[in-house]
């Protein structure tokens, strides 16, 4: 006994509406693992960034008071600080991104490929 087709029941426009799969493409891993590096690149340049205004600070200190700024002292305000600096902008790329995703995608599904210009 054989089973009937969907095309008996459908037409076949309908039916192959039912069957089509969403076609939207998705990231590859390794488009995923370089939006993390960047991350992480952003974290650590951020980092060394801190530490290097934190040794300016303690120059110009220096060269003003004639006395250097404690170095246990400054050492951790500087990695904190450039860590929140580098992980403030990673996380303002995050969100720019995921912006610029949702404007394509709004984009696509108007009809005639999007605005006019009018």
């Known amino acids: 006994m054989s089973l009937p087709s969907i095309f008996d029941y459908l037409p076949q426009d309908q039916a192959l509406r039912l069957?089509?799969?969403?076609?939207?493409?998705?990231?590859?891993?390794?488009?995923?693992?370089?939006?993390?590096?960047?991350?992480?690149?952003?974290?650590?340049?951020?980092?060394?960034?801190?530490?290097?205004?934190?040794e300016l600070g303690d120059k110009v200190f220096q060269a003003?008071?004639?006395?250097?700024?404690?170095?246990?002292?400054?050492?951790?305000?500087?990695?904190?600080?450039?860590?929140?600096?580098?992980?403030?902008?990673?996380?303002?790329?995050s969100k720019e991104l995921e912006e610029l995703q949702d404007a394509l995608k709004a984009r696509k599904h108007k009809p005639n490929g999007g605005d006019s210009g009018k």
Do not use: I, Q
Request: aromatic share 6%.
């Open 19 to 54: 069957l089509r799969r969403d076609t939207e493409k998705t990231a590859s891993v390794g488009k995923g693992v370089r939006t993390v590096l960047k991350g992480l690149t952003g974290f650590g340049v951020g980092t060394a960034a801190g530490y290097g205004l934190a």
């Open 64 to 93: 003003s008071t004639g006395e250097r700024l404690p170095k246990h002292l400054l050492v951790p305000a500087a990695g904190l600080v450039g860590a929140g600096l580098g992980l403030a902008y990673s996380m303002y790329k």
